[in-house]
């Protein structure tokens, strides 16, 4: 069982830029792909990123690419999700997902670990 704890939400002014962090436990984190999704309020969720097991291999959402980045340590059991140029629309929960599938695939259902969210708020 893989428990996933995601940090470093807030309120950020548009424009600007935030880290999130997803801390795993309880699992081999190398031996999983990682996932970042959202979901606004009304919204269905959404793909954001994903990395594959070593790293080596990454996927974007088309509306985030070229603003975020991901990225994972395998030393410390964490995946990040660096935003940067955030907009308005970018306001959303914020999850981290674990999937044993080689590379992140962008629909959830493959993914077995969810963390429990992060608030991302982007005011004007």
């Known amino acids: 069982q893989v428990q996933l704890v995601e940090s470093g939400g807030g309120l950020v002014q548009a424009g600007g830029s935030l880290r999130l962090s997803c801390a795993a436990s309880g699992g081999t984190f190398s031996s999983y792909a990682m996932g970042w999704f959202r979901q606004a309020p009304g919204k269905a969720r959404e793909f954001v990123a994903g990395?594959?097991?070593?790293?080596?291999?990454?996927n974007y959402g088309d509306s985030v690419k070229g603003r975020f980045t991901i990225s994972r340590d395998n030393t410390k059991n964490t995946v990040y999700l660096q935003m940067n140029s955030l907009k308005l629309e970018d306001t959303a929960v914020y999850s981290c997902a674990a999937t044993s599938v080689i590379i992140a695939p962008t629909r959830d259902y493959p993914y077995s670990y969810w963390g429990q969210g992060a608030q991302v708020t982007v005011s004007s």
């Open positions: 990395i594959s097991r070593s790293g080596a291999s990454t």
